[in-house]
């Protein structure tokens, strides 16, 4: 799926899709409470009200540059906590490649987070040793977000994603660490949006007058513009989460701006009520 804003092109490349399975994340989102939510259907969830979620990367090319924003699970990644998401061996690359976007050809990798589904093909397997899949590229992390996760990373499944998908990239020489309201180029800037993680970012793209929003896990699903208080169990501070959400959301409210989010597609938020909806693209 690819979409523009001004001169700027943005395309989806899908790792994984899933229907349903999602109240590990989301324990609030039941199927009643879905289906009360009637515009999410059918382009978010199903009839019986099970959510529609990915796990992808999104390609942004500006006039000078190709950024590829978070880059999914990745292969042959080991101790995450989700087994289906260990020892992967997905045509992703191949997908990429397909779509004209070879990884030599990447400049630019920008993660908005270091979760373990936004930083994983980061890096591929070579002999034996975790190597930049992106040959090419300088890789973008948040200063505090790279900084909480170096020193923070206690638990195994985190010092597992940081072993194999972050430090590679430091110890390379090719990672750059930003402030969290950096801007990256004259139409890309970054958004401090914290609460899911504590460095998380959110992209602003602006071109010839028009405006595009990557939100990044903000929300993991656009349920969660309806029911700003349903916090992901993966959020680090939910409570901060939930501001988060209520500002940005509100910013780009009833606006032509295009919003595409970290694990959903494109569309418009719009006010309704004291909280929002979001209006698919299609």
């Known amino acids: 799926m690819q979409w523009k804003v001004g001169r700027v092109k943005i395309t989806k490349v899908v790792e994984l899709e899933t229907v349903g399975s999602t109240r590990f ?18 382009h978010f969830a199903t009839e019986e009200g099970r959510l529609k979620m990915s796990i992808h990367s999104l390609v942004v090319e500006t006039p000078t540059r190709r950024i590829v ?12 906590n989700v087994p289906t998401w260990n020892h992967r061996t997905a045509p992703f690359l191949e997908t990429m490649i397909a779509a004209g976007f070879p990884p030599e050809s990447i400049d630019t990798v920008l993660c908005t987070h270091l979760h373990v589904d936004h930083v994983g093909w980061n890096t ?6 975790w190597m930049p899949t992106f040959p090419k590229a300088r ?8 900084e909480h996760w170096r020193d923070h990373s206690t638990e195994p499944d985190k010092q597992a994603v940081f072993g ?3 430090k590679p990239i430091v110890d390379a020489g090719r990672a750059e660490l ?5 801007r990256l ?8 949006t914290p609460g899911h993680s504590p460095g998380h970012m959110s992209i602003l793209i602006q071109s010839d007058g028009e405006q595009g929003l990557l939100t990044g896990d903000v929300a993991h699903h656009p349920c969660q513009m309806a029911h700003l208080g349903w916090s992901s169990t993966a959020d680090s501070d939910q409570g901060q989460s939930a501001v988060t959400r209520r500002e940005l959301f509100g910013r780009f409210a009833d606006t032509p701006t295009l919003v595409i989010g970290g694990h959903f ?8 009520g004291d909280a929002f909806r979001f209006d698919a693209l299609g």
Do not use: C
């Not at 924003?69 to 995450?80: A, E, F, I, M, S």
């Not at 139409?187 to 401090?192: G, K, L, N, T, V």
């Open 25 to 42: 994340i989301l324990p609030l989102a039941s199927n009643a409470e879905i289906q009360k939510l009637s515009w999410l259907i059918p």
């Open 69 to 80: 924003v978070d880059t999914g699970l990745g292969n042959d990644k080991q101790g995450r």
């Open 124 to 129: 591929k397997l070579v002999d034996g040793k």
């Open 139 to 146: 890789y973008v992390f948040g200063k505090t977000e790279y």
């Open 164 to 166: 194999d998908s972050v």
């Open 178 to 182: 930003i402030p969290g309201d950096h």
């Open 185 to 192: 180029s004259d139409e890309i800037s970054m958004i401090p």
């Open 265 to 272: 597609s494109a569309g418009h938020i719009k006010r309704d």
